[in-house]
């Protein structure tokens, strides 16, 4: 086992045959980003990239999701702490795990099933190879939070399926199928449930046994693209979305959310 994972409290690992599968371990909560696995995630990427055991890897989540998105309820607790929600999800780790995802050398295989949401559908969708259960479903709600999806949504879904789906996805925060997200690219692949944790680790081990210089340079070639447009976009997506976290449309969201409603917003006149 790799020594990583005795510097983490939300992502466990699990290392074979030079394969590292890194889950996030909040099953709880869904998988929902907390502040303490935003901060884990900001540096689980760099730390991977500096293991030397380690050639392919696998993300996945514990228990019945991938990841539910961004931990509203602890986000809510976390702004009356701190009495800011800027603390909430620093500018900086937000960034950094775009930056660290997109700079990573090593071949980065997402395993998606059950929801995969918001943040945690950037995070999947950042990764090199997507596979996705059959009943899993993907979706980036921002908008349904009164929230900009400035955390790489904005990103990486224009590349995938086109800056006209993109927007319609990110502007309604409709949520899609697998076989739905297979069949405009925005994932690679869906997979019978019972068969996905199989597929994935036999691709995994592919790579693996493939010319480890060929594959990463290869992948870095791709993504430099991908890393310019976050160098252009990322910042001012991030401000918008920290100004709408301070609006009155997200301060009702989140009371709404916890009283187990639906958000009705404000009309502007």
């Known amino acids: 086992m790799s020594s990583i994972s005795d510097t983490y409290q939300n992502i466990g690992f699990a290392l074979q045959n030079r394969v ?12 929902a980003i907390s502040h303490e696995l935003h901060e884990e995630l900001g540096r689980v990427f760099i730390d991977l990239a500096k293991d030397d055991g380690v050639d392919v890897i696998i ?9 539910a998105g961004g931990d509203l309820k602890g986000m809510h607790a976390h702004m009356l702490e701190v009495g800011s929600p800027g603390h909430y999800m620093s500018f900086s780790t937000a960034k950094r795990i ?8 090593k ?4 395993q998606v099933h059950g929801a995969c949401y918001g943040l945690g559908a ?11 259960a059959e009943s899993a479903t993907i979706g980036d709600p921002h908008v349904g939070a009164g929230v900009v999806a400035g955390d790489g949504g ?3 879904w224009p590349q995938l399926v086109g800056y006209a789906r993109a927007k319609e996805f990110l502007m309604t925060g409709n949520v899609l199928s697998a076989s739905h997200a297979e069949r405009i690219g925005l994932v690679n692949h869906m997979v019978a449930d019972a068969d996905l944790d199989a597929t994935v ?21 791709v993504n430099i693209g991908l890393r310019q447009l976050a160098h252009s976009i990322l910042d001012a997506s991030l401000a918008y979305e920290l100004v709408t976290m301070r609006s009155a449309d997200h301060a009702d969201a989140i009371t709404a959310f916890s009283n187990k409603q639906k958000p009705t917003f404000r009309r502007k006149v």
């Not at 071949?107 to 997402?110: D, K, N």
């Not at 950037?122 to 997507?130: G, M, N, S």
């Open 59 to 67: 993300l996945r989540g514990n228990g019945k999701a991938f990841s």
């Open 154 to 156: 904005a990103i990486i």
């Open 122 to 132: 950037t995070i999947a969708l950042l990764c090199d190879v997507v596979f996705m």
């Open 107 to 110: 071949p980065i295989i997402a």
């Open 98 to 105: 775009v930056y660290s995802l997109l700079e990573l050398e």
């Open 20 to 31: 590292m599968t890194v889950s996030l371990n909040r099953p709880e909560r869904l998988n």
């Open 201 to 221: 680790r036999a691709f995994a081990a592919q790579l693996a046994e493939g010319s480890q210089d060929a594959i990463r340079w290869t992948k870095v070639s």
